[in-house]
Nanobody
């Protein structure tokens, strides 16, 4: 079992920055697939970013490319989502997800939604005001 705890959400004005953290505990593996998702009220959950912690393979949603960065700290079993130049449309509940025994192929399938992440956090709210 893996437990995920997100933190770092809050309220910020448009153009500002936040850094979300996702701390993993339990039976973590050195190389995991980690993802960040978000869900705004009345909208479907969408993938924001995904990363294979074993190397640098990364995916981003078009809406956040160039503004968000997903980065792992394997020593701390933590993955971060640095969010810059935030926009009101970034307002959502943000969730992290993990999948063990990752591989580049599995990360691709997770990003495409062909397979589902095995573990999810409880979420952290991000609110961006104009």
């Amino acid at each position: 079992q893996v437990q995920l705890v997100e933190s770092g959400g809050g309220s910020v004005q448009a153009g500002g920055s936040l850094r979300l953290s996702c701390a993993a505990s339990g039976n973590t593996y050195t190389s995991s697939c980690m993802g960040w998702f978000r869900q705004a009220p009345g909208k479907e959950r969408e993938g924001v970013a995904a990363r294979y912690t074993g190397d640098s393979i990364t995916y981003y949603a078009d809406s956040v490319k160039g503004r968000f960065t997903i980065s792992p700290d394997n020593a701390k079993n933590t993955v971060y989502l640095q969010m810059n130049r935030l926009k009101p449309e970034d307002t959502a509940m943000y969730y992290c997800a993990a999948d063990e025994r990752c591989s580049p192929a599995r990360l691709y399938y997770l990003w495409r939604g062909v397979v589902r992440y095995g573990y999810w956090g409880q979420g952290t709210q991000v609110t961006v005001s104009s």
